[in-house]
Nanobody, 115 residues
Framework: QVQLVESGGGLVQPGGSLRLSCAASGSIFSFNTMGWYRQRPGKERELVAVFTSGSGTNYADSVKGRFTISRDNAKNTVKMQMNSLKPEDTAVYYC?????????WGQGTQVTVSS
């Protein structure tokens, strides 16, 4: 069973920064993909940034140039640095990983961008 635990959410002013962290219960090498999704109020869950198979990355157009995903293989963690945050980035952010065709999700962490 894969467990993913997020941390790092909170309240930040527009233009500010936050860093999210996701700790996995096992080696992240075993995952086909791993990264971050979000669900904004009244919206469907959407991809934000993920490591694809082969360690490539895929970012949503809305966050390119502002968010950066990184990984620490030794600590089995994936992080996402979020800069120049906007009110429309307000959402519950979920860590997710795919292993052997099954998608796993963390419990989510709230990010609120507001003055």
């Amino acid at each position: 069973q894969v467990q993913l635990v997020e941390s790092g959410g909170g309240l930040v002013q527009p233009g500010g920064s936050l860093r999210l962290s996701c700790a996995a219960s096992g080696s992240i090498f075993s995952f086909n993909t791993m990264g971050w999704y979000r669900q904004r109020p009244g919206k469907e869950r959407e991809l934000v940034a993920v490591f694809t198979s082969g360690s490539g990355t895929n970012y949503a157009d809305s966050v390119k140039g502002r968010f950066t995903i990184s990984r620490d293989n030794a600590k089995n963690t994936v992080k996402m640095q979020m800069n120049s945050l906007k009110p429309e980035d307000t959402a519950v952010y979920y860590c997710s990983a795919n292993k052997l065709g099954r998608q796993y999700w963390g419990q989510g962490t709230q990010v609120t961008v507001s003055s």
